[in-house]
């Protein structure tokens, strides 16, 4: 399946209507554990509102999957709420967007990071061989990402 990565901004999301009905469709075809409390469009119009972006897996014309993504002020991006359509899932859709995303931030010299306190174990395990490693509570506190759990981080050198 060649999945290609989209960025959906506010921009975006103001002038395409399908990419509208497919971050919706995503969000509300997820498990309740992956998204936040609040209703579908309240999060996804509070995300957008405040800068922010989401990185969508593109296949066919249709997002099939989607994370959503805030900068740092060190640049990184911190990844939360990936969910894959139900009709997509088990193919490797996410798995592909998460690699996708790290490459991206690779290639734009960006630390991606992602909160693992509240990950399933599964997932856990996925981003260990997608090349993710510990950070530290400094690195936490400095990038002005979350000061609450752990995280996990891709380096722009790769070495995970």
């Avoid at 969508?56 to 999957?65: E, K």
């Avoid at 991206?104 to 490693?133: C, F, H, N, V, W």
Wanted: aromatic share 6%.
């Amino acid at each position: 399946m060649p999945v290609t990565l989209e960025h959906v901004d506010r921009a975006r999301w103001d002038t395409d209507e399908q990419v509208r009905l497919d971050l919706v469709r995503i969000y509300d075809d997820a498990p309740k554990e992956r998204v936040p409390a609040q209703a579908v469009l309240p999060f996804i119009e509070q995300h957008l509102n405040t800068g922010h972006f989401f990185a969508c897996a593109h296949f066919n014309d249709h997002l099939l999957a989607a994370a959503a993504v805030q900068e740092a002020p060190d640049r990184a991006w911190w990844v939360s709420e990936l969910c894959v359509r139900k009709t997509t899932r088990r193919r490797g859709v996410g798995s592909r967007l998460a690699a996708l995303l790290g490459e991206q931030a690779l290639q734009q010299g960006r630390k991606l990071r992602i909160e693992t306190a509240s990950l399933p174990m599964a997932d856990q395990l996925l981003l260990s061989k997608l090349g993710y490693r510990p950070g530290s509570q400094a690195e936490r506190s400095a990038s002005g990402g979350p000061l609450i759990s752990d995280f996990v981080e891709l380096d722009p050198q790769g070495k995970g």
